[in-house]
């Protein structure tokens, strides 16, 4: 399987001369009293009874996981996608210019998902390059996977697939270069996309589980700002026209900025609004990452990338 060299947005993504003026006029605020759960599952599962659920409702911005996965099998990760050509060596000089590029390694839904068919198809080739990808490390995917479990209250975790058994990517590599940002967005498979055709289109709530590999910079940056506003009709606009920050100070809406060194893992609901930093240093930001469906009444989490 070759990794995706490019990606595309979902939809028009606002002019991001606009949202860089909005946000210097407005810089998120962070909220004192929206605090993440953690620092690791049983400190998570006293603060929160029902962690996930906590998530849903927004009453937390996020679950935050330090030292999930080993720093050091998360480096020698890197090394094996390099020595596998699965990515360029991040000491390429010519990548340091290049902007916002980002190299997926799985199955992305979203770039993917327009046609079933080959999405399939190309998820079943994800699977067979993980099954030995990760030998003589930590399997980071299992990592995720059971520590989502290990929240969900006996709710089966599984990797999502369609009614005839055929299965999603299990979780996907992003690696970004350059400039790379994303601008304050919602992810939804059945509000944003409207991939109502696929099996993950039946939960209540999406969240994202996110693994850091490696940060842009040596002392770390913010990998996300989570902000304590969930998407709902009126904010379109302001989304799209690159005012988000704006709006967010109008209603007195802070956020919670989510910063990770390597090994660290969390999740929140993608149904937030959030926005990722540029990088801040030389090296490309490289995590894991999923998708989670949920449902409080649902005995069943599915995942996906």
């Known amino acids: 399987m070759n ?4 990606w595309k947005a979902v939809e028009p993504e606002p002019d991001r001369a606009a949202v860089m003026t909005d946000r210097r006029a407005q810089p998120p605020r962070t909220d004192p009293t929206w605090q993440p759960a953690g620092p690791d599952v049983p400190s998570a599962l006293a603060q929160q009874p029902d962690p996930l659920q906590a998530l849903a409702a927004a009453d937390i911005p996020a679950i935050i996981l330090r030292g999930a996965y080993p720093p050091a099998d998360a ?32 199955t992305s839904l979203g770039n993917r998902g327009g046609d079933q068919e080959a999405f399939l198809q190309h998820a079943a080739g994800t699977h067979a390059l993980f099954s030995t990808l990760f030998d003589g490390f ?9 520590s989502l479990s290990a929240l969900a209250g006996g709710k089966q975790v ?15 590599f992003r690696i970004h270069y350059g400039d790379h940002a994303y601008a304050p967005h919602f992810d939804s498979v059945r509000i944003r996309e409207q991939r109502l055709n696929y099996a993950v289109s039946r939960f209540d709530h999406q969240f994202a589980g996110i693994l850091c590999l490696q ?13 304590r506003c969930l998407w709902t009709p009126e904010v379109r606009p302001r989304l799209a026209a ?3 920050h704006s709006y967010a100070a109008e209603r007195n809406l802070g956020c919670c ?24 240093g030389n090296s490309p930001r490289i995590v894991l990452a999923v998708f989670i469906g949920y449902s409080p009444n649902d005995p069943e989490i599915f995942v996906w990338s």
């Not at 930590?138 to 059971?146: A, E, I, L, S």
């Open 75 to 106: 480096a020698g990760l890197i090394r094996r996608l390099v020595s596998h050509a699965l990515m360029p060596d991040p000491a390429a000089p010519a990548l340091a210019g290049e902007p916002r590029k980002r190299i997926d390694i799985g």
């Open 257 to 280: 900025p989510v910063g990770l060194n390597p090994g660290d893992l969390y999740f929140f609901n993608t149904r937030c609004i959030h926005e990722v930093p540029a990088l801040q």
């Open 158 to 172: 599984l990797t999502a697939r369609e009614p005839d058994g055929r299965r999603y990517g299990p979780a996907i």
């Open 242 to 244: 690159g005012s988000f």
């Open 215 to 227: 940060n842009d910079a040596p002392e770390g940056s913010s990998q996300t700002i989570v902000h």
């Open 138 to 146: 930590q399997n980071p995917v299992d990592t995720m996977y059971q």
């Open 3 to 6: 990794p995706d060299p490019t």
